[in-house]
């Protein structure tokens, strides 16, 4: 009897969820790769998205956005279909392929009825010709409920750490530092002194001495001896970055508010003096009050529309 041919799908949201130890690409793979072990299955191909949303309407549209990100699940899972050359599609669960039902309800289709297969969800167990339409019905409705949820949560969580005065990022100011208790947990925000003197001197730079972008770092170097963490002279696209994409997210309920390089032009150092001026008044008027009220993202609300 010839052995059944199976595809192995893994996948994860975001990078950081590949290296958990509950759903990582590794445990999804290792699992999965454990079933064909016990029923003496034949591996032919091993498909994973490691870091990337499904959350999606058709397999044709994710197939092209994962692509953009340098990822072939998709593409390849297409063409084993259209090949028929596999029996078994093993996954975790069907969230692991489809965030939206209509995607969800797709793939199953395409797997079961164009390329003739079965799925075996670790979560579920076999899927086939049989009861295909209640799994994709009840899964589909289970994964929609999951997402809404998913937003749902975060948004509560970005209010909290609002509420605390805290950043909803990774990512802060240079001028700023997180401080965390001694479990580890955020706790507050403080500035960082030699940060915050020399962004003061990049903004008197350009707004007092008319200095370009071109030779800030330079200035830095020569009138201040401030050098990178390298050591060496600050680019001008470092310190246009720094400035203009500084992170100081002034936030509201559901979403932080910041000026950024969609708001300021590109080409801001080619621009008349009192445009700079006007552009950096903006700019740090804002910072101020991130700042000044004792460095609590929440204190005032800002209109940055």
Same mark, same amino acid.
């Given at each position: ?10 996948a ?10 509950k ?43 994962t ?15 259209n ?10 669960d ?52 999951q997402?809404?949820?998913l ?14 005065? @805290?950043?909803?990022? &990774? =990512? #802060?100011? *240079?001028?700023?530092? /997180? ?8 706790? !507050? ?5 030699d ?83 006007q552009?950096?008044?903006? @700019?740090?008027?804002? &910072? =101020? #009050?991130? *700042?000044?009220?004792? /460095? ?8 940055? !529309?």
């Amino acid at each position: 009897m010839n052995k059944l041919k199976a595809i192995i799908w893994a996948a994860v949201s975001s990078e950081i969820q590949a290296h958990e130890d509950k759903y990582s690409i590794g445990t999804q793979l290792a699992d999965a790769e454990a079933l064909c072990v016990r029923n003496d299955w034949v591996i032919i191909d091993k498909l994973v998205v490691p870091g990337h949303s499904r959350d999606y309407y058709t397999l044709d549209e994710v197939t092209k956005a994962t692509i953009s990100d340098g990822i072939t699940a998709f593409l390849y899972l297409k063409q084993h279909i259209n090949s028929r050359d596999f029996d078994v599609f093993i996954c975790r669960d069907a969230n692991r392929f489809a965030r939206k039902a209509s995607l969800l309800h797709e793939i199953v289709d395409r797997i079961i009825y164009v390329a003739g297969a079965r799925i075996y969800s670790l979560a579920d167990g076999w899927v086939d010709k049989s009861n295909s339409d209640m799994f994709s019905a009840f899964k589909g409705y289970e994964t929609n409920k999951q997402v809404r949820w998913l937003v749902e949560a975060n948004a509560r969580g970005r209010k909290e750490l609002v509420k605390r005065g @805290l950043p909803i990022g &990774a =990512r #802060i100011p *240079i001028t700023h530092k /997180l401080i965390r208790d001694e479990k580890g947990k955020a706790s !507050h925000i403080e500035l960082v002194p030699d940060k915050v003197q020399m962004m003061t001197y990049v903004a008197r730079f350009l707004v007092d001495d008319h200095i370009t972008y071109q030779h800030l770092g330079a200035n830095l170097r020569d009138k201040y001896g401030i050098l990178d963490s390298s050591g060496l002279v600050y680019e001008r696209s470092t310190l246009y970055y720094l400035l203009h994409n500084p992170f100081v997210s002034l936030m509201e309920e559901r979403a932080s508010i910041a000026l950024t390089l969609s708001q300021i032009p590109n080409d801001l150092w080619l621009l008349p003096v009192p445009k700079i001026n006007q552009l950096l008044h903006q @700019l740090f008027s804002h &910072a =101020r #009050i991130y *700042i000044d009220k004792d /460095l609590r993202l929440t204190i005032r609300r800002i209109g940055i !529309h």
